[in-house]
T-cell receptor, first 113, second 116 residues
C-alpha cells in the first residue's frame, strides 16, 4: 500500500541551525508530495508541495526536492527560527484531489533561542 | 475570510452520551474529510465526502457517522462515544480533483474530545 515514513522526533535545534527532516514514501505510481505544518493550537496548513520527480517545492525558507530514485522528499531549511517550532507532516497523494492524501506520523520540531 | 470552522473546540463527555462535532467551510469546496490525530500515529482519516450526499469510509470509521446534506457542512457524529475515541479531531476541505484540486487540504483548528 501507499505509505509515508518520517524521521523520528522530537527534534530540538538552536536558532540559526540547519534543519533536515527526512521523509521517504512507498507508492504504487507517481505521487504528488507535500509538507504540511501544524503550529501550536492550530490546524495543519500546506507548507510546500511537488508534483513530479526532480521538482523542488519551497516556501518561507523551507525547501524539499522530489527524489524518485530514493523515494524521498526531505525538508530542509538553512537557518531556523524560534517561530519555526511546530509539527511537520509529510504526505502524498496519488489522485488529483486530496481524498487519497496519506500522512506520515509527524515530526515535532522545537527551536531554542 | 476563507476558513474551516469546527465546534466545539474542546469537549469533555462521558461514555455513551451522543455528541456531534460540526464542521463548516465557506470556500465552496466539494471535498470534505474528518481526521483524528493521536500521538505517534499521525493523522488518520475517519470519513470523507466527495460532494453532497456522497460519503465514504476512511481508514478508521468504526464508531463514527457523518452526513453531507449541504455542501458547506460535514458534521461528525459519535452515537455512543467510548474512551478510545478520546482524540484531537480535524475537519478539512478542498476542491475535488475533477474541479482543479491539487491535493491541498484546508484544515479547521481542531476539536479536542475527551471521553470519560
Amino acid at each position: 500500500g501507499n505509505s509515508v515514513t518520517q524521521m523520528e522526533g522530537p527534534v530540538t535545534l538552536s536558532e540559526e541551525a540547519f534543519l533536515t527532516i527526512n521523509c521517504t514514501y512507498t507508492a504504487t505510481g507517481y505521487p504528488s508530495l507535500f509538507w504540511y505544518v501544524q503550529y501550536p493550537g492550530e490546524g495543519l496548513q500546506l507548507l510546500l508541495k511537488a508534483t513530479k520527480a526532480d521538482d523542488k517545492g519551497s516556501n518561507k525558507g523551507f525547501e524539499a526536492t522530489y527524489r524518485k530514485e530514493t523515494t524521498s522528499f526531505h525538508l530542509e531549511k538553512g537557518s531556523v527560527q524560534v517561530s519555526d517550532s511546530a509539527v511537520y507532516f509529510c504526505a502524498l497523494t496519488l489522485g488529483q484531489g486530496a481524498q487519497k492524501l496519506v500522512f506520515g506520523q509527524g515530526t515535532r520540531l522545537t527551536i531554542n533561542p | 475570510e476563507a476558513q474551516v470552522t469546527q465546534n466545539p473546540r474542546y469537549l469533555i463527555t462521558v461514555t455513551g452520551k451522543k455528541l456531534t462535532v460540526t464542521c463548516s467551510q465557506n470556500m465552496n469546496h466539494e471535498y470534505m474529510s474528518w481526521y483524528r490525530q493521536d500521538p505517534g500515529l499521525g493523522l488518520r482519516q475517519i470519513y470523507y465526502s466527495m460532494n453532497v450526499e456522497v460519503t465514504d469510509k476512511g481508514d478508521v470509521p468504526e464508531g463514527y457517522k457523518v452526513s453531507r446534506k449541504e455542501k458547506r457542512n460535514f458534521p461528525l457524529i459519535l452515537e455512543s462515544p467510548s474512551p478510545n475515541q478520546t482524540s484531537l479531531y480535524f475537519c478539512a476541505s478542498s476542491f475535488s480533483g475533477t474541479s482543479g484540486g491539487t491535493g491541498e487540504l484546508f484544515f479547521g483548528e481542531g476539536s479536542r474530545l475527551t471521553v470519560l
